[in-house]
């Protein structure tokens, strides 16, 4: 056993019977392992006595923390947000000249009915009070990762079993749509898809309304000019996202999908 | 949920005769959801996790980052703990294990390394009065950069039982190890930290 090791030993009290005593009889007739040992004494006197960190969050900041694969998204989500917003902007540019139809298959009103139905039965939707302070702030502009950052921490909140496993499908289609984004090909449809969820949905509180009973779709509508507007609607029941869409006048959609709430998105 | 207190949890205050609610019975408790008894939990250990974080990294934001990880962990996977066993050595050994797995290694690295070139550049700051204090807050300094230039195996010897006050056999759960490898880890670490402190002490 070496020197430096008898020393911590016994410093830490861990020395005992026949070594304590030799170290000891050594410590009487070797100034030079005296001293060591005072300096180690020293030494952990300050150790010690080094002030403990104080932790500066709380439990509240710990609960409203994003997990970790939804971190580190700074550079990537900035990009991203770019991406979107460059898109949004060149497919408002597109739907408002109004002179060019939009591409996408509109939904039947025999599908929408149905879908609304099915929805309807599924029980009651997330109350709004409990998502209102969480999304008040997802204004235009939002994209994909900072809204499935904020869904992700709804799911810090007293959420039944049915309301968790709705923001669950709301996350998983976003995710979906993110692979998506990967291989789109008509950058504008897309970009209708991100703001459906982005914005319709979240900037007039319509958010429960939008994701009824059971939460199987999201709805959403865009100006297309000539006072007609596209409806968006997203399927979330799990797989990849299907993609519904339907226009004409505002009144006319009310009238062909009760139940959802319509939003101007000028 | 914050500021919401269970009703076993609000017993326990109210009575005098009740002892401490362990830590363990706490962590049960997160498991089912209960907020308060979190609540508890965060306020009984986060300055000990911060503490040990920034001990073993060096770095006062990262370990910040790093206390927060770790009840993170604990309310979204709250069944990692096994309540058969220490919470005390479970949440140490999760820091440990953050700090370790290089958790935003590189970042604090170059940020530990940008704000030691900045003051090799411009000396030590001036000292405030007293002095004598300021002189131990320089050693303070000192030895937690020395610690923090440590290898891996001495640093964690040396925050557990020499700064955190825990026996060889409590770091020897943390680090899984022996407790005779702490011991002879901790004299190794205890010879290179005299050897750069020597003039602080």
């Known amino acids: ?23 000891e009889e050594r410590l009487r007739k070797e100034p030079s392992l005296q001293q060591r040992l ?18 500066a969050f709380t439990a509240d900041q710990v609960r409203a ?30 739907f408002g000249r109004g002179d060019t139809p939009p591409t996408e298959v509109a939904i039947t009103l025999a599908e929408t009915e149905a879908l609304l139905r099915r929805a309807a039965e599924l029980g009651p939707a997330i109350p709004y009070e409990k998502l209102n302070g969480q999304l008040i702030d997802l204004r235009s502009g939002i994209h994909r990762t900072d809204l499935a950052r904020r869904l992700d921490d709804l799911q810090h909140l007293r959420l039944t079993d049915s309301e968790r496993r709705q923001l669950n499908r709301v996350r998983d289609t976003i995710a979906q749509l993110e692979l998506a984004f990967e291989n789109v090909r008509d950058p504008g449809f897309l970009s209708v898809v991100v703001s459906s969820i982005a914005r319709g949905n979240l900037e007039d509180g319509s958010f429960p309304r939008a994701l009824p009973a059971g ?52 | 949920m914050p500021g919401r207190v269970s009703p076993w949890m609000q ?3 109210e009575s005098d005769a009740t002892p401490a609610v362990p830590d363990e019975f706490l962590a049960a408790r997160v498991a089912q959801g209960d907020g308060s008894a979190f609540d508890e939990l965060v306020e009984r250990w986060r300055d000990r996790v911060v503490d040990l974080a920034r001990l073993m990294t060096g770095d006062r ?24 066993r220490p919470f005390r ?5 999760v820091t440990r294990n953050l700090c370790l797995d290089g958790y935003r290694r590189r970042a604090a690295r170059d ?13 030590p700051a001036p000292l405030p009065s007293p002095a004598e204090q300021a002189v131990l807050s320089e050693a303070q300094e000192a030895l937690r950069a020395t610690v923090a230039a440590l290898p891996r195996k001495f640093r964690e010897v040396y925050v557990l039982c020499a700064v955190q006050g825990l026996s060889y056999e409590q770091a020897s759960v943390v680090c899984g190890c022996g407790s005779k490898t702490v011991s002879t880890r901790l004299a190794r670490a205890r010879r290179k930290v005299l050897e750069r402190m020597r003039k602080w002490l």
């Open chain 2, 11 to 13: 017993a326990a205050r």
């Open chain 1, 1 to 23: 056993m070496n020197d430096h090791l008898l020393l911590s030993l016994h410093l830490d009290g861990r020395l005992a019977g026949a070594d304590r005593a030799r170290l």
């Open chain 1, 215 to 266: 939460t199987r779709f999201y709805a959403s509508t865009f100006r297309l000019g000539n006072g007609r507007f596209k409806l968006v609607l997203v399927n979330l029941e799990g797989g990849p996202p299907v993609i519904r869409e339907d226009e004409g006048t505002l009144e006319e959609l009310r009238k062909k999908h009760e139940g959802i709430t319509f939003i101007r998105n000028d």
């Open chain 2, 89 to 93: 050595a479970w949440i140490r050994a």
């Open chain 2, 61 to 84: 934001d990262q370990a910040e980052d790093i206390g927060q990880e770790v009840f993170f962990r604990l309310l979204r996977k709250p069944e990692a703990y096994d309540p058969t």
């Open chain 1, 65 to 94: 923390r994003p997990p970790v694969n939804l971190r580190g998204w700074s550079v990537r989500g900035l990009a991203a947000a770019a991406a979107i917003l460059l898109l949004t902007h060149a497919a408002a540019f597109w």
């Open chain 1, 38 to 55: 005072e300096q180690l004494q020293a030494l952990q006197r300050l150790s010690a006595a080094l002030p403990t960190t104080q932790a």
């Open chain 2, 111 to 123: 940020k530990y390394q940008k704000r030691a070139a900045q003051q090799h550049q411009f000396g």
